[in-house]
């Protein structure tokens, strides 16, 4: 299977400090989560095994998950599953092509470039940002259950609504899993990862060009600390 699907048979952000998992809620979490992925991630795949679960993927995530060695920089690659799936539909903020093909067809088969996603255009929570987000596509593919623009979408227990550029997903479910190529990680580990992460950029700006520089990291390249003054 791609990646590591798992199957179910068989101005830079400013750096803020986060609570302890423990005094937040799970509405907190997810928006966390949300924007440690939609900040400078990227929507690389998807895949189904209907009606169990549908798998989404995102890189250059600010969560962190250590490397395999010293010579590579940190792992930024999560999934997310969406068990017993409610609704599953991909907007497009164009046309269909008139040839037939789907975009998330590519995307699935690694023939379109991995789309980048956007701070304010990515939530797990914010049902009136979601009703926006669904209005803004011109067009919407369900391919499973209902379609997000019926009121039921938003009474599900979870649900997700975000555009990587022209592309984008809505997708509600029972229950979500998380989990990299090293195994699940628990949604109450965001917060840590997320604090790792921030940790680790500030050492790989405070080695940059010493003896001790880290490897080259796009997500720290991108995310610029203020200068002091």
Not at 48 to 72: C, G, M
Request: net charge negative; glycine share 2%; aromatic share 12%.
């Amino acid at each position: 299977m791609k990646n590591f699907f798992k199957r179910l048979f068989n101005t830079p952000p400013k750096e803020e400090a986060q609570p302890a998992a423990d005094v937040l809620t799970e509405t907190q979490i997810l928006a966390l989560l949300s924007s440690a992925i939609s900040d400078l991630g990227r929507w690389t795949w998807w895949a189904t095994s209907l009606p169990k679960v549908i798998q989404i993927e995102f890189n250059r995530t600010q969560l962190y998950f250590p490397p395999a060695d010293d010579s590579q920089p940190p792992k930024t690659q999560i999934a997310i599953q969406f068990i017993n799936p409610k609704s599953i539909s991909f907007l497009t903020k164009r046309d269909h092509n008139p040839d037939g093909q789907h975009w998330f067809d590519d995307l699935h088969h690694d023939k379109l470039e991995p789309p980048t996603c956007s701070r304010d255009t990515f939530t797990f929570t914010d049902h009136a940002a979601m009703a926006s987000m669904i209005n803004d596509a011109k067009t919407i593919d369900t391919i499973y259950g209902y379609p997000p623009s019926i009121e039921l979408f938003q009474t599900e227990k979870y649900t997700l609504v975000f555009w990587a550029e022209d592309y984008g997903l809505a997708v509600a479910s029972d229950k979500i899993d998380l989990l990299t190529k090293d195994g699940d990680v628990a949604l109450t580990q965001i917060p840590s990862l997320h604090s790792q992460w921030w940790a680790y950029w500030r050492k790989y700006w405070d080695l940059k060009n010493t003896p001790n520089a880290l490897p080259k990291d796009f997500a720290c390249e991108v995310t610029i600390p203020l200068k002091k003054d």
